[in-house]
Structure formats: C-alpha cells, structure tokens
C-alpha cells in the first residue's frame, strides 16, 4: 500500500467532500485578490523588478519597476478570464492589463499547490472567445484532508520536476547535435577548400528568377516564396500558398533536388534543396541556381549554402542599403570548393548523417515532451479521482 493509500484509508474511507470553487470563495477557502495596479501591455518592459503576470500563454509577460502591495510574496493560483490558462505562482508580481483573475487559500484548508493540480484537472476549457471565470467557479473539485492534499503535491511535483529535467536533457541533446553537425560541416568543407582553388558559382551555374504572381490560399500547384524557406535551409511546412499552373507558370516548376535561394530582404542567402517531387512553383523573390552536375551535385552545394564559408561571402556581396540584395550578380560571385564528385558524395553522406540525426531529434523532442504531458495529466486526473460523498457544496 502506498502512503497515499494509507492516508486516503486513515483520513478520508468514506469519501471525500467536493465543492464548487464558488463555494469556495464564499466559505473563505480560496480568496480573490484584487490588483492595485494594472500595467499596459505597451508599458512591459524587457528588464525590471517585478514580473508583470497576464492572462496570456506565457508565463511571465514581461516586467516592471513598480510593487503591488495587495501581491506581496505568497502562492496563488491565477486563471485567464478570456484565454483559459491557469497558472501557479510563488512570487510577488504586478498584473498585466485586464482579464487576470487572481486566487489565494487559506493554507489550513487547502493547500495551494493542491488548488492549482485541482484546478486543472477538473476544469473544462471552452475554447472560445467570452468571459469564462463564471464556469471556473462553477468548477467542483474534491477537497481531502490536507495530508492527502501534501502527498499528491509531493508526488505531482516529483514528476513534474523528472519531466522538466527530461525536457532540459533533450534540449541539450538536441543542441549538441546541432553544433557537432556544424562543426564537421564547416570543416569537411574548410578541407575541401584547403585543397583545391575556389571556382566562382557563375562559373558552374546558371541562375533563373522566378514567377510573378498572387499567392492564393488554394491551387493547383504550391507557391514557394521567400518566407518559405527556413533558417536552415528547410521547407517550412506553415502558411503554404498556391497558384494555378497555367502555360506561363509551367516554365518555373520545381522539382525534388533543386535549388532555389531568396534573393531579397531578411531570408536573403537562404537557400532550399527541394524536398519532394510535389508540384510546386517558385515566386519571382527566388532564384532557381541550376548547376552543372558534371562538377557539382546539388547536395554538396546545398550544404555549402548552409556553411560559414558561404555565409561570410554572402553578408560581404549583399547590397547595402534598406532592403538587403542578393541578386544573380552577386551570388555568381561566391567562391565554392569544388571537389572531386567521388569526394563530394562522400562529404555528403556524412553530412546527410549528421543532418538526419538533428532532424529526428526536432521532430522527437516535441513529440517526447507532449507524451510526457499527456503522461503527468493521467496520473494528476487518476490521483484527483476520489469517491465522493452523497453530497457536494
């Protein structure tokens, strides 16, 4: 039998009472704090004294100079009027704008920590824009005796605090990765430099603006513009826009293995590998640098595009001025190493490795901490589950 068994069995054999959350406040269980002082969301600062909290998903919106003396330090639960989420602070703080509603309890009745586990659990969000602190007080949660309350506190931060670590570790992991992928980059290419003389990419390349038209929210083929290609040199899966394939718009088809690389503004230098044979056509903020693969294949330079080397050549050539310009003028000019193609491919499958392990890792990451999650809100609902008896206030 577990302590929290023994305390159930010793405390509370018959069933545990369990209240409305208004019932609550009205029996000075839990008690609702009203703010002195409300900062403006254009008034947060990025450095300050005093944390600024809102009802928004962050947890802290920002900071402040100023002290709130109906907030000193303590522990309170704090619930989004309009956006549902529930908090748990142990810190004084200012509140941030309007919607904030902000609880505390009387520590020999309910324990705190144990209010805001309760809270979660057993209240069901809406999911829609309106004021919703009227159905978190309608909200019934059991009240055990406080001993109970400590031991699934005790057992709900333990786990908390292994899924943190978890989450900590996975990041670290992930980052490691990251920067031993770059490093053997940057020097498998930094060799192949060493070794041979630096060919001009107008020298090996031919390089094709891409199309003019809408992007539409729907089409027949995908329209690839500047802000689709990410930081590193990926397909962004978000906010794809279409166009209808005509005769004109045949001409700047894509295929998997191109290369397509935005020209202008902050992505400027970004440069995409297409991923599959999707039909897809590029916009005319792109150009397509089609390369002679009798000297150079298209993944070796992709990986270049991704390096140092190529990236202190880039913010040299780049116009100066309000919008940055990398045009096909400029780009012809970026020196490349040139390996033999045996060498390349060789570079590139130790490349491509490195590449796939960090991708597994970005899509496991969010994966292992959403199961963790799901995993903490099982046992959190399964220890809030108790018998109840005949009656609730």
């Known amino acids: 039998m577990t302590r929290l068994e023994e305390l159930i069995k010793e405390l509370c054999p018959n069933g545990v009472r369990f209240f409305s959350i208004e019932n609550l406040i009205k029996q000075s269980y839990v008690y609702t704090i009203t703010p002195s002082i409300k900062i403006k969301r254009s008034d947060y600062l990025q450095v ?3 944390p600024i909290i809102s009802q928004e998903e962050e947890y802290i919106s920002g900071y402040c100079n100023f002290v709130d003396g109906n907030i000193p330090l303590a522990n309170y639960v704090c619930f989004g009027d309009h956006s549902e989420h529930i908090k748990y602070i142990n810190f004084s703080f200012v509140q941030g704008a309007d919607g904030l509603k902000i609880m505390t309890t009387n520590s020999t009745k309910i324990n705190p920590r144990y209010f805001y586990h309760a809270c979660s659990s057993y209240y069901v969000r809406r999911n829609n824009y309106e004021r919703h602190f009227k159905y978190f007080c309608d909200t019934i949660i059991p009240v055990p005796p406080i001993p109970v309350q400590e031991e699934i506190v005790r057992i709900l931060d333990s786990f908390t605090e292994l899924t943190a670590e978890l989450t900590a570790e996975l990041t670290a992991e992930l980052t490691a990765r990251k920067k031993q992928y770059e490093y053997y980059r940057d020097s498998l290419l930094t060799i192949s430099n060493e ?8 020298s090996i390349a031919k390089f094709t603006y891409g199309y003019t038209d809408k992007a539409k929210d729907s089409g027949s083929v995908r329209f690839i513009r500047i802000t689709d290609i990410s930081d590193n040199g990926t397909l962004n899966p978000n ?3 279409f166009i209808d394939l005509t005769d004109e718009s045949k001409k700047y088809l894509l295929h998997k293995g191109d290369i397509v690389m935005a020209r202008t503004g902050a992505t400027f230098g970004k440069t995409l590998y297409v991923p599959e044979d999707t039909p ?3 916009a005319s903020f792109l150009i397509k640098i089609t390369l002679d693969n009798s000297k150079i294949s298209n ?6 595009a991704q390096s140092n080397l190529y990236w202190e050549q880039a913010n ?3 116009s100066a001025g309000g919008q940055p310009q990398f045009n096909a003028s400029a780009v012809g000019r970026v020196l490349v190493p040139v390996p033999p193609l045996e060498t390349q491919n060789k570079i590139v499958q130790v490349l491509d490795n490195f590449d796939s392990i960090c991708s597994d890792l970005k899509i496991g990451l969010p994966a292992e901490i959403e199961a963790r999650k799901k995993q903490y809100e099982f046992y959190r609902d399964k220890l809030l589950s108790f018998k109840e008896t005949p009656t609730y206030e």
């Open 195 to 202: 070794k041979l003389a630096m060919s001009r990419l107008d």
């Open 299 to 304: 993944r070796f330079y992709w990986h270049f």
């Open 316 to 318: 040299k050539l780049v």
């Open 280 to 282: 897809s056509v590029y």
């Open 48 to 50: 300050g004294n005093t």
């Open 239 to 241: 906010d794809a826009k």
